[in-house]
């Protein structure tokens, strides 16, 4: 038998199931802090900045810039060689907060630093999105 | 100053296993190898090693790797234990071996890291296993290879200070020509930075050969009292400072893409040791992909912060430059077992503050200073090293 090869699935945990919901409606969720309005993620017990626990999931804008990219040629595992070339960036939130993600929706070699860039959801399985961004052209 | 372990260690004992594609033995053996090798070069016996220090294996994992070399050695430390900090490990271990024997917990330790993920791993497992620093759930879905994990700090330097795809390669081309004069090293024919810019593109902008080796191959160094030094045959080699520093342990997280905690390790390294990099011989830094050690160079003040390409591209980590960096070939052109990587850069500085590198032997090899770093970026820790126990 042919298993096909799977990606990386994010297993959620209980401190951040809340997260995965919110993509699986197609929502980006980020924490700020009740005390100090410090924004986070990953999901955490704590606020980073003055370590009180008052943590709220919002809504983000969904909207940020790229802080850096790289354009995969060598793809990580046979499961995301039919991708390749696919850009993984870091994504600097209008709120502050930098995530990981890929970059889709354009060209490989349009991406540059600085480019402004909107979540997208891609839709792995049933209950399971994750998180994209795509340029953003307003 | 407050406590120190300023010349208050030495290393009496150190070697190497054989390196490259090893088959005709396993990552456990290749550990016990190197011990053994290293008890010959520091002239005793293993019943004289009282603690054991190691990292564990990829292809041959144990639950408790020091104790499971250990029993494999029949040797009964009382000091014992496996460290963990990706390609920090090998000083963060000298670091605890340090403090345990300046405490006197023990008085003999054995730092020893061997691996064999060139013959013991698929290359498909090898590439999982090395991408798997990455958050399981908030980078590993995104698809990229470590390589990736290093572009992006690659890209970043390059957006910020104007640094060149051929300025990195120039990192890659100083290493071989160290390789070149290095009989043990597993790649030693000279290259070019038009062969770098030629090799295949893995993740924009780094090329096959802006990255490191897969090997095999093991290292162990015996360590004892400053004290005690001098009853070993070898000349010791003092430790002069040692600092750690820790900002992060996903890429993501990180506060500055292009500084890194080598700023911190370095500063405190240097402090503990009384010298200025403009007293550092030579430098056996961490160069895991191209770009790291054009941020560890600023990072440890070898160069402006953002001067690090120019700096490389001008010839002065070459061998007969200002500064020679990675005199055995580094992981780029030595061998890279994983973890165990450091430990040959370790050895290296030793041998050559011994003034026994061969053809390779520097002219000036009074201090040294040795860099490593794990994770992406992660867990920095420095080390440097002198012929005298006094600076």
């Known amino acids: 038998v042919n298993v096909p090869p799977t990606k990386f699935v994010p297993v959620p945990t209980a401190e951040t199931a809340e997260f995965w919901e919110g993509c699986s409606r197609h929502e980006l969720l980020i924490q700020r802090c009740a005390d100090c309005a410090a924004y986070q993620f990953y999901p955490r017990i704590m606020c980073v900045v003055c370590s009180g626990r008052a943590l709220q999931m919002v809504r983000a804008s969904g909207r940020g810039v790229l802080k850096s990219f790289t354009i995969v040629r060598r793809a990580v595992s046979e499961a995301y060689a039919a991708e390749v070339p696919y850009v993984v960036a870091l994504i600097e939130l209008e709120e502050g907060p930098t995530l990981m993600s890929n970059v889709i929706g354009c060209v490989v070699d349009e991406v540059c630093i600085g480019m402004p860039v909107e979540v997208v959801f891609d839709d792995w399985s049933e209950g399971l999105s994750i998180p994209k961004f795509r340029p953003f052209r307003a | ?222 360590m004892t009292s400053a004290d005690r030094a001098r009853d070993f045959r070898q000349p010791p080699v003092y430790l002069l400072g040692v600092g750690e520093g820790h900002r992060h342990e996903h890429i993501s997280q990180a506060r500055s893409l292009t500084t890194s905690a080598a700023a911190d390790s370095g500063r405190r390294a240097y402090e503990m040791a009384g010298v200025r990099p403009r007293d550092i011989d030579f430098a056996e830094l961490y160069d895991c992909f191209t770009p790291v050690v054009l941020i560890e160079l600023e990072d440890l003040g070898f160069c402006a912060k953002g001067e690090g390409g120019p700096f490389v591209a001008a010839g002065s980590i070459e061998p007969g430059g200002p500064l020679p960096v990675n005199t055995h070939g580094g992981l780029l052109s030595h061998c890279h077992p994983g973890n165990p990587g450091s430990m040959f850069a370790l050895t290296e500085a030793v041998l050559q503050l011994r003034a026994q590198a061969g053809e390779r032997q520097l002219a000036k090899a009074e201090i040294a200073l040795v860099h490593g770093q794990g994770g992406i970026m992660s867990s920095h820790c420095t080390v440097i090293l002198g012929r005298e126990k006094n600076r």
């Open chain 2, 1 to 222: 100053m407050s406590a120190t372990l300023h010349g208050k260690v030495a290393i009496v004992g150190a070697a190497d296993t054989e390196v490259g594609v090893i088959t005709h033995m396993g990552a456990t053996q290749l550990c016990v190898d190197a011990i053994l090798r290293a008890l010959t070069d520091a002239g005793i016996d293993k019943e004289a090693v009282d603690g054991l220090v190691t990292c564990n294996s990829m292809v041959e994992p144990y639950m408790y790797h020091a104790e499971a070399v250990a029993e494999y050695l029949r040797v009964f430390p009382r000091y014992c234990v496996s460290i963990g900090a990706g390609g920090g490990t090998t000083f963060t271990a000298l670091h605890q071996a340090a403090s345990a024997i300046a405490s006197g917990i023990c008085h003999t330790v054995v730092i020893a890291m061997a691996d064999n993920i060139r013959s013991g791993l698929s290359r498909e497992r090898a590439l999982a296993i090395q991408s798997s620093s990455g958050h399981p759930q908030f980078e590993r879905p995104y698809g990229a290879p470590v390589a990736g994990y290093y572009a992006l700090i690659a890209w970043a330097h390059m957006h910020e200070f104007g640094t060149t795809p051929e300025q990195l390669a120039a990192v890659a081309v100083s290493t071989r020509k160290h390789a070149v004069r290095n009989p043990t090293a597993q790649m030693r024919t000279p290259i070019s930075v038009e062969d770098v810019l030629n090799s295949r593109l893995i993740a924009d902008p780094l090329h096959l050969l802006d990255c490191s080796l897969v090997s095999d191959g093991g290292a162990a160094i015996v």
